[in-house]
């Protein structure tokens, strides 16, 4: 793993209670380390300009689908989210990955 990649996100990331903030090539940004939506948009410029990676392909609202929604829409879809997957699909994060970042570095360029 690249170590430029790491303190990046680790400036990113809040830390623990207790204990170090372990990545892993498998350490979801969204679902691990809880990075918001903003964080993430932070974190994606710095990852662009410090590793050339072409970033236009790369959709946040994608990862935070419920960017979108209004807090009134939010709140019926929370309470249909435990009987409908198109209802969880619209408020749980994607996964975004420390080896997904490695791979766009690779291939200069962000894809989905």
Same mark, same amino acid.
């Given at each position: 793993m690249d170590a430029r990649l790491i303190e990046m %996100?680790?400036?990113?990331?809040? *830390? =623990? ?5 372990? +990545?892993? =090539?498998?350490?979801?940004?969204? +679902?691990?380390?809880?990075?918001? /939506? ?15 990676? /072409?970033?236009?392909?790369? /959709?946040? /609202?994608?990862?935070? =689908?419920? @960017?979108?929604?209004?807090?009134? &829409?939010? *709140? %019926?879809? %929370?309470?249909?989210? =435990?009987?409908?997957?198109?209802? &969880?699909?619209?408020?749980?994060? @994607?996964? *975004? ?5 490695? $791979? $766009? +570095?690779?291939?200069? &360029?962000?894809?989905?």
């Open positions: %996100v680790r400036e990113e990331a809040d *830390l =623990p209670l207790w204990g170090e903030l372990e +990545i892993t =090539p498998e350490t979801d940004l969204c +679902i691990d380390l809880e990075l918001s /939506d903003r964080a993430m948009l932070r974190l994606m410029r710095r990852f662009s300009e410090s590793f050339g990676v /072409d970033i236009s392909a790369f /959709d946040v /609202d994608y990862y935070y =689908p419920s @960017r979108k929604l209004g807090f009134g &829409r939010f *709140l %019926v879809e %929370v309470f249909k989210s =435990p009987f409908s997957s198109g209802a &969880r699909d619209k408020i749980l994060e @994607r996964p *975004l990955t420390i080896r997904m970042m490695e $791979a $766009a +570095i690779e291939a200069g &360029r962000w894809e989905m």
